[in-house]
């Protein structure tokens, strides 16, 4: 089926920069938009980043100027450019997409997710 694979997670300092990469496999008919969300220690899952197939991008307002959502539609994959990073960017990543499987017998969106990967910046 379909699977959201996530690398690029680590440890880096303040000010430094890191990217994150989600990579979309299986029965993929389409993807009409991708999407970056965070959550930190004790707080809900926040969205970051989303970009869709046309290439609108909408960013958190925490992030703006600091983080770039991007795409390889060829390879379905999406990357996260993180710069300038502070502790509060701490959190663990997910992926997530919104696949079309199979045109047929109607168009249908599904939603799948990544398994997330942990970004911790230090002071």
């Known amino acids: 089926q379909v699977q959201l694979v996530e690398s690029g997670g680590g440890l880096v300092q303040a000010g430094g920069s890191l990217r994150l990469s989600c990579a979309a496999s299986?029965?993929?008919?389409?993807?009409?938009?991708m999407a970056w969300y965070r959550q930190a220690p004790g707080k809900q899952r926040e969205l970051v980043a989303t970009i869709t197939s046309s290439g609108s991008t909408n960013y958190a307002d925490s992030v703006k100027g600091r983080f770039t959502i991007s795409t390889d539609s060829a390879q379905n994959t999406v990357y996260l450019q993180m710069n300038s990073l502070n502790p509060e960017d701490t959190g663990v990543y997910y992926c997530n997409a919104a696949i079309v499987i199979t045109p047929t017998p109607m168009f249908r969106l599904s939603y799948y997710w990544g398994q997330g990967t942990q970004v911790t910046v230090s002071s």
């Open positions: 299986g029965s993929i008919f389409s993807i009409n938009a």
